[in-house]
Nanobody
Framework: QVHLVESGGGSVQAGGSLKLSCVAS????????LGWFRQAPGKAREGVAS??????????ATSVRGRFTISQDNDNAKKTLSLQMNNLQPDDTGLYYC????????????????????WGQGTQVTVSS
C-alpha cells in the first residue's frame, strides 16, 4: 500500500501562486506515476498533471499548461511530489488530490483517475476574483 499525504493548499486571489506538496511512502517502487487531480464542487474529478518517477516525463492538462509545474524529489525511503501553481484563476478552485500508480504513466492514460491506484485525502485550493 502506498500512503500519500498532501499539504500546501490555501486561499489566494486571482493571479497569485501556491505550491502543493505530497509525500508518498510505504510500498513505493522505482517505476511509478505520480499525479495531481482536482475536483470542483458539482464537477467531475479531472487530471491536472502527472510525472513518471523513472525518467521524469510530464503530462499536463491543457487548462494549466504554462502556469503549473509538477516536479519530484525521490530518495530511497520516500518520494515527494510538488505542484507549483502560478497565475491562479477562480476556475482553479477545488479539492486537489495527490495520486500514485505503481507502474508507468501510460501515455494517453496519464491524466485518467481510473489509472491510479492510490490516493491522498486532498487539500483545498480556493482562488477568489
Amino acid at each position: 500500500q502506498v500512503h500519500l499525504v498532501e499539504s500546501g493548499g490555501g486561499s489566494v486571489q486571482a493571479g497569485g501562486s501556491l505550491k502543493l506538496s505530497c509525500v508518498a511512502s510505504g510500498s513505493t517502487t522505482r517505476t511509478m506515476c505520480l499525479g495531481w487531480f482536482r475536483q470542483a464542487p458539482g464537477k467531475a474529478r479531472e487530471g491536472v498533471a502527472s510525472i513518471a518517477t523513472n525518467g521524469g516525463i510530464t503530462h499536463y492538462a491543457t487548462s494549466v499548461r504554462g502556469r503549473f509545474t509538477i516536479s519530484q524529489d525521490n530518495d530511497n525511503a520516500k518520494k515527494t511530489l510538488s505542484l507549483q501553481m502560478n497565475n491562479l484563476q477562480p476556475d482553479d478552485t477545488g479539492l486537489y488530490y495527490c495520486a500514485a500508480r505503481t507502474g508507468p504513466c501510460g501515455g494517453s492514460f496519464a491524466l485518467r483517475d481510473w489509472h491510479f491506484q492510490h490516493w491522498g485525502q486532498g487539500t483545498q485550493v480556493t482562488v477568489s476574483s
